[in-house]
């Protein structure tokens, strides 16, 4: 073969190789490109899933603090309404006074603290309007010292004279054992829309 003709031959098979190797060598890059791409696509994905999945724990535990917040300030909106309902009736013991059956239930009340009490002297306080009434009841008692007392607006109060015992009669004494069958009541009716 003449000197000319391999030169060619060679040529043509050095470009045919060459031609060969860039084909491959694009194609390699081309595969680890898109494989480059997927890698990020993944990756991305990945850290977006990530990232949501932090925003819905955030926005979760954001919603959790919101709805004990919101249930502390209607608790507290609660409390504070029966405080008010509270200190309304407090307000209104001295009215029960003027009800009728008053005289009878407060003469039951001063025999129920004498009977408590037993035969110890006894002292017992009552509402200054109220103290005549009291002195008017037949106890049968000479030991019995009765005080009226301003802080006291309905109802009674007995002391052993010695200190040891008390009982209490008051209206203010029983709303406040009533409060919170009171409030359970008022808490249900402001529910209901009463």
Known sequence: MPLAELISALERDAGAAAEAEL???REATERMHLATQADIAQRTAGAVTA???ALRREAEKALVVSRR????????ARHQLLERVFVAAR?????????PGYAAALGKD????LDCLGER????RCAP????????????RADLVIEPDPAIAAGVLGLAADGSV?????????????????????????????
């Open 23 to 25: 084909r491959q060598a």
């Open 51 to 53: 990232h949501e999945a």
């Open 69 to 76: 917040e919101a249930q502390r300030k209607m608790l507290e």
């Open 91 to 99: 307000t209104m013991l001295p009215a029960t006074r003027a009800q």
């Open 110 to 113: 001063v025999r129920d603290v």
């Open 121 to 124: 002297g006894v002292v017992l």
């Open 129 to 140: 309007d109220d103290a005549a009434a009291v002195r008017a009841l037949d106890t049968g």
């Open 166 to 194: 008390v009982v209490d009669r008051s209206l203010a004494s029983r709303l406040e054992m009533m409060r919170p069958r009171l409030a359970i009541e008022v808490v249900r009716r402001l529910e209901e829309g009463g």
